[in-house]
């Protein structure tokens, strides 16, 4: 059965050599130009899938990009008689200019919701139709490319687009499974599950989010090249229907949205049964069976059949091999412990002040957290702890006031980078990432975390942080499998695997049962011994005394107390605080 | 460019501005109070325009008539969509998408019953308009932004003056919260699906006696409209219209003074400005 595996690269490479060599056995015209179709699809729903499958931003604007890439073509070498080679790499730079633009504006909205960014993409579609036709590039008569010459790479010029067409699919396969395989994808897949959270642990949402769409839109515009000299003549109401938009979409879906091969399963499909099914005079009826397909899939199998099919078939390729690699000490590494510094100030917040709209819920806080300490937040629900902590991970920005931390200015930076130099948080409900694996969520954190100076791999992290929080067992569970406590501990390895200085801990030991707050303050404690500051909100009062070596006491957005656990807790405005005046005296 | 055509271009806009705000109005709810983008609720008044046109072009029954039987029965074809959504736990986006699809199969029933070609519905009263000072208002456009001024006013109200609207609005805000404190919002729901989907009918009749018909014409109205739908902000009426009006008139004013095949930009090129501007009401 192993060996079933090893086989796969050479079964693909062996299938594209035989396609490569089709062409030149004389096949007729007609097949070739069948395939090519596919070919066409499979490139353009595969780009589709690059953008809009992995981070969940879909696009309805793919005929804007695809058709930026028909018209370069048609404007090159239809009228300036540009070699047809050349053209199509200008096409994908010009369809990539496009989507870097359109996205480094909409990317900017902070609450960009998914069907806006649907809305606006098929706006743009709109915007450049109307530009074009209405514009020497086409001007409503629409351009002939029938005198472009094509090089025929020795077969015909069918054959030629056929070679152009398969090499650009496997081109978008071989990009979107690369994707998919590095740092970059699972950035993009985490900013899928939930962006605020991806950034918050060093995932650059914007800057990925945009090359996205610019490699996305490339491949469509170099697709658009081909169709153009394919169609040999091309209209503006031809090539940026909504035909384009809604088959892409249907495609990926059918196939898979967030796999690298669903698209092309998906476009594979629709096509051949298209081609099956529906003779020429009957292209409406297609375009409708196609639209009820659409409405089918959706309603019933939301994820499509890619991960289903690739499920079954790693099932079976895998041998059954010892489950987990064997546990590692259960202690932190030696490079996690930070040289500690006594009497260094690690974080200083100097005179922090937040306001919504009308509500101001920090009103100059200033204090200073020193290096290798516990300092718990308490106070009122309402106090502005919570509201700190985001402060200080960059989720929300000061309305006035600084943040230093090891002595450079933090706050304004974007939350990725504030990760990237070493703060990290949890969150007061786990916030993890529900379609990657409890493995896979730790891992991203250490892959996109403080930088590792051990030459530890991400993943050799994320098991040690597993082992530690013992969660080893769990690590290929999808975390909606979890129980609370479970989840909370994934939050933790999570935060440890970014090989944090400071380490944020938002209200973790809520909900949880007696047995269980005294296993977290045990890992607490062992964090604290591996060299990492940590401030923690915390409602319960045991926890605080026994973790904190100084206590910070907020109310209505001020800093009320800040001193040993027993100072603070004597301190009669804190008591008041707490238990009303009636006690205070 | 005299002082009257622009005056003249500016009250077309306003009037174009009604049919946009009509189009508008059951979009805006169904997407802010039951987190619903249909789609096809296009296509929905264009085929209530083609069976309107149909009637009266084959039976001669007058539009009125047609669309007294229309509306009941879009209110249905509403209570049946949204049991559907609802059977299937559709989401806001799966939602927009499997409506996309349903708008293309109602655009290919319209076109495989009354083809591809440009209709266009004669009505002896077609072309009458008032003469005030040295501007022309033609009655049907009228008629259009008065209706969608009245409709818009009847759902302002229903939302912010009933108890069932203020219910709806809590349900749409937090359904479990609204649904504790005994709010049931299913019912609500499928009252305003329906209602929403009769709009779609109203909107049909006046697109049926004021424009030219085609499949084709379906698409060109979704970008338009969803421009005025989030311009206007979601699930509020009177901005709908208010949003339709403005794009209206920018576009005909885009119309006069530019080039009308420049006019779709207007729309989007608002668009995209107030996305950028961001404003508190968006």
Known sequence: ?585 | MSFTLLTQSAVGGLLLGGIYGLLALGLSLSWGLLRLVNLSHFALAFLGAYLIYHLGTNYGVPAWLSALIILPAFFLVGLALHALFVHFKVSEFASMLVTFGLTILIESLIQWIWSADFLKYETSYAQESLRIGPLYVPILELLTLVAAAVLAAAAWFGLNRTTLGKALRAAAHDGPIAAAFGINAKRLSYVLAGLCAASAGVAGLFIALTSTLAPSQIESWIGVVFAVVIIGGLANPVGALAAGMLIGVSEALTMAVVNPAWAPLVAFSILIILLLWRPKWL
């Open chain 1, 1 to 585: 059965m192993a060996l079933n595996r090893n086989l796969i690269p050479g079964v693909a490479a062996a299938a594209v050599l035989a396609l490569v060599a089709l062409p030149f056995t004389g096949v007729a015209d007609f097949y070739l130009s069948y395939l090519y179709v596919i070919f066409f699809w499979i490139a353009l729903a595969t780009s589709w899938g690059i953008l809009s499958g992995y981070t969940g931003y879909w696009s309805f604007g793919h005929a804007a990009f695809f058709g930026a890439g028909v018209y370069t073509t048609a404007t090159l070498a239809g009228k300036l008689e540009i070699p047809f080679l050349l053209t199509i790499p200008a096409a994908a730079a010009i369809a990539a200019v496009l989507a870097v633009g359109i996205g480094f504006v909409v990317f900017r909205i902070r609450t960009l919701r998914g069907e806006f960014f649907a809305l606006l993409t098929l706006s743009v579609t709109y915007v450049l139709a109307a530009i074009i036709s209405n514009t020497w590039i086409d001007g409503g008569a629409g351009v002939y490319l029938s005198a472009v010459e094509i090089p025929q790479f020795g077969t015909s010029v069918p054959g030629a687009i056929y070679l152009l067409g398969l090499t650009l699919a496997v081109a978008a396969l071989a990009i979107s499974r690369t994707v998919l395989r590095t740092r970059f994808g699972e950035g993009l897949l985490a900013i899928h599950d939930d962006e605020d959270v991806a950034e918050v642990k060093g995932v650059p949402t914007f800057r990925y989010k945009l090359i996205a769409f610019a490699v996305s839109s490339a491949i469509a515009g170099a697709a658009g090249a081909i169709q153009a000299v394919y169609v040999g003549y091309v209209t503006v109401g031809e090539t940026f229907s909504i035909t384009v938009p809604l088959y892409v979409v249907l495609m990926s879906i059918l196939g898979g949205a967030r796999h690298w091969a669903g698209p092309a399963i998906g476009a594979t499909l629709i096509t051949v049964a298209q081609s099956l099914f529906i003779s020429g005079g009957q292209a409406e009826l297609g375009r409708a069976g196609v639209a009820l397909a659409l409405i089918i899939v959706i309603l019933i199998v939301p994820t499509g059949i890619a991960p289903k099919l690739f499920q079954r078939f790693q099932r079976k390729a895998e041998a059954p091999g010892p489950t987990g690699k064997p546990t590692l000490a259960l202690v932190p590494n030696d490079s996690t412990v930070a040289p500690v510094l006594k009497d260094s100030i690690l974080l200083e917040c100097h005179d922090v002040t937040k306001s919504f709209g009308g509500i101001r819920a920090l009103r100059g806080v200033t204090l200073q957290v020193e290096e290798g300490e516990i300092l718990a937040l308490v106070g009122p629900n309402g106090s502005g702890k919570s509201t700190l902590i985001n402060m200080i991970s960059g989720h929300f920005q000061l309305t006035s006031g600084t943040i230093d931390y090891e002595g450079a200015k933090i706050s304004g930076l974007p939350p990725h980078e504030i990760a990237q130099r070493g703060i990290a948080r949890t969150y007061q409900i786990p916030r993890l990432f529900d379609n990657l694996t409890v493995m896979e969520n730790v891992q991203l954190c250490a892959a996109f975390g403080r930088e590792s100076d051990s030459g530890e791999t991400s993943e050799e992290s994320a098991r040690r942080w597993l082992a530690f929080t013992g969660l080893l067992e769990k690590a290929d569970l999808l975390p909606p499998a979890l129980n609370l406590h479970e989840r909370k501990f994934v939050e933790f390895a999570r935060a440890l695997a970014a090989r944090p200085r400071l380490l944020l801990l938002d209200e973790v030991l809520c909900g949880l049962t007696p047995t269980e707050v005294d296993q977290a303050v045990a890992l607490i404690q062992r964090i604290r011994a591996g060299g990492t500051t940590i401030i923690f909100v915390e409602h319960l009062m045991r926890a605080v005394v026994a973790l904190a070596d100084r206590v910070a006491v907020l109310d209505q957005g001020k800093l009320l107390a800040l001193g040993s656990p027993r100072e603070t807790m004597q301190n009669p405005e804190v008591i008041e605080v707490y238990l009303g005046q009636a006690h205070a005296s």
